[in-house]
């Protein structure tokens, strides 16, 4: 016979399958390899899209919309003195 069952395990011609219940799991060289992936994919969209959506970034914002930004008036303190 080609399979021989013994002790929850199937030994075929090339492998050994474990019958058991227990999942796969990912190595730690699997996982950094994964997040190392995922963090150059976000880094490249977001540098993509600071590039297409550079027309539309703000330059100067208008001085009665933040006046908080405005140097032009001299800086006092929180309490006004």
Same mark, same amino acid.
């Given at each position: 016979m080609k399979?021989?069952?013994k002790?929850?395990?199937i030994k075929t011609k090339n492998s050994e399958i474990?019958?058991?219940l227990t999942p796969w799991r990912p190595t730690y060289k699997q996982f950094g390899l994964a997040m190392g992936a995922v963090l150059v994919f976000l880094i490249i969209v977001f540098i993509v899209g600071n590039?297409?959506?550079s !027309?539309?970034?703000i330059k100067e914002v208008d001085?009665?919309?933040t006046p908080?930004?405005?140097n032009?008036? !001299?800086k006092t303190s929180i309490l006004g003195i």
């Open positions: 399979n021989e069952i002790d929850k395990t474990s019958n058991d590039i297409i959506l !027309p539309y970034r001085k009665r919309i908080w930004l405005d032009s008036k !001299p």
